[in-house]
């Protein structure tokens, strides 16, 4: 047994990165899906719309940590191949983003729909260029907030990776706690480094929301 | 060959029977006002004819195009024909000039820079509001927001123009500018459909008042007759009830 360190600090402040590689990850692969969800969601075609639906409430219906389970050691049993721990956290925590991420966006492509893209399909502007030019910036003003906000839901949510063993910050304290039998230092210290990055995240999530409560 | 032919047109809204034969032409370079009680159908007509609302049967041309059909690309015909709504419908988050030089840029009909900049000069020019190039669309007066609508049109240097009940939002004091900007375009020999409440200016402008009554054309002919001898009891009462 060892004391709990400067060592032990340098090992989490190190696993942070595979907490922003899952981030990174999430947000590469869950904000385009998420876009098309909520393209999906906003469309008037019926069943791109059921589809979706069915999608989001699967996503939403199951916890987090189910999916992470199932992605880890039931596809592989599907498949026949064990997947190394980053893709298959990777995958799950892309549809979490895409979820969540295009239902934030759905409403605030609603917020601004109707009569705005009614106005521009009027100029003559294609559906494409009526997103791209009139609805989208608006409504990415009025998401902002909320997608900043989900952002410090993901980030808090990556350690759930650790229950497969992907180290990243979590699974870098449980370690920490193992070898020095500190644990009250050891996740003291996990905290104190998720803080550090979300709390800047919050606070700025809710001086966007008062910015844009100001401006209507 | 009138510009526009809206012949025996039917819509309906689920069960609701809103546009129940309605036929009327407009020639080009006339002022067809459509009046008539909220909920005669007025506003669908006008979604109609631009092609925001499907129909059920009939038919409606403008120029050579057939709205409904299937070959019809509704994209360019929209680039043709202007619509100015009740709630102005900017672009909040873009400056004027760039409310009324997205369109044509996106079109291909004018370049981006100096060349756009010019246009929107123009047709602000023609509205009254050259000084507001810069401004964005909350810096304005509602019946600003309104004329520079009309200029976003303009600047598509459409064909025909459609109003909808365009000073029905406005404060009374703000009216007055909106109207005349519509004057002006009357004047220049625009081809207008409009729906309005403003009975003085029907009558002044008007080339033809178009009454609709219960999804249909109840009466129609130029304003002086029409004013002065309704030929129907319900055209008689929705006289009186706008005096
Ligand atoms: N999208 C719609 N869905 C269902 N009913 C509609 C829709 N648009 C209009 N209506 C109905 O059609 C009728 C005519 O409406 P409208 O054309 O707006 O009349 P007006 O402009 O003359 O007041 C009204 O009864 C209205 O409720
Ligand atoms: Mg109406």
Known sequence: MREFGIFDVLTMLWAVQWTAALVVIALIFGAPLGLLLAQMRTS???????IALCILQIVQGVPLLAMLMFFYFGMPMFLGVQMPALVSVGVVFSIFAAAFLGEIWRGGIQAVHTAQSEAAACLGLTKWQGFRYVVAPQAFKIAL??????????????????????VELARAGQLASAATFQPLMSYACVAAIYFAICFPLTHWSRSLENKLNGAR | MALVEINNVRKTFGELEVLKGVTIEVEKGEIVT??????SGKSTLLRCINGLEQIDSGEIRIGEQVVHAKSTDLRKLRQHVGI???????????????????????????????????????????VGLAEKIDAYPEQLSGGQQQRVAIARCLAMSPDLMLFDEVTSALDPELVGEVLKVMEDLARQGMTMILVTHEMGFARNVASKIVFMHAGKVHEQGPPAELFANPATPELQNFISSTR
């Open chain 1, 44 to 50: 008037s075609n019926k069943v791109l719309n059921l």
């Open chain 1, 145 to 166: 907030p909320a997608t900043v906000g989900f952002l410090v839901q993901l980030i808090k949510n990556t350690s759930l990776a650790s229950v497969v063993g992907f």
């Open chain 2, 34 to 39: 459509i009046i008539g009680r909220s909920g």
């Open chain 2, 84 to 126: 100015v709504f009740q709630q102005f419908n900017l672009f909040p988050h873009m400056s004027v000039e760039r409310n009324i030089t997205l369109a044509p840029i996106l079109a291909g009909r004018v370049q981006k820079g100096a060349a756009a900049r010019e246009l929107a000069l123009k047709v602000l020019t023609q």
